[in-house]
């Protein structure tokens, strides 16, 4: 198992770094075509670069600790559920291109790691011996983990930027 739970991380630093690297050229390059998404861009008002890396350091440092955290338990359903937050992250940066009709930072490693992590689960869900009903609940929780950690890290990406630009 030790195998695929360094995968999580390994996936998910791959994706961020397109992020990291497009993400606010590209939202200064595109805010007139973006006026319309208002309420989907606002929360990066104000970001740079360095803002949105320090965000993404935190998500990436949770990614390890629930990493070393299921190794050290041998327990994996938080772990399983945050991987699958993270493969629904990348279906919701897919649906986004497609609503917006364009190229957005994100979406070529999210096309990549999307079936690579669909095959982790899968083959952890066998592994682990895990019912549809454990899937579920580990699913919600990792949502949950997902959704309440992305807000803690857009306030950090906001204070870093903020720093930054005094």
Request: proline share 2%.
């Amino acid at each position: 198992m030790s195998y695929y739970i360094w995968l999580f991380p390994l996936i998910f630093i791959f994706h961020d770094m397109e992020e990291i690297i497009l993400l606010i050229p590209w939202l200064k390059q595109n805010k007139k075509e973006l006026k319309r998404y208002r309420k989907w861009i606002k929360s990066y008002d104000g970001v740079i670069t360095e803002g949105f890396s320090a965000a993404v350091f935190e998500e990436f440092t949770l990614c390890i600790a629930i990493s070393i955290i299921s190794i050290s338990t041998d327990f994996y359903g938080i772990w399983l559920g945050g991987f699958i937050g993270c493969a629904l992250h990348f279906m919701i940066h897919i649906i986004e291109s497609i609503i917006i009709k364009k190229y957005i930072p994100a979406l070529i490693t999210s096309i990549i790691c999307l079936p690579i992590s669909a095959f982790i689960i899968y083959r952890c869900m066998l592994i682990l011996e895990y019912s549809v009903y454990d899937l579920l609940i580990f699913t919600v929780i990792g949502v949950a983990l997902v959704a309440i950690n992305l807000r803690l890290a857009h306030w950090i990406m906001q204070k870093v930027s903020i720093f930054k630009n005094k």
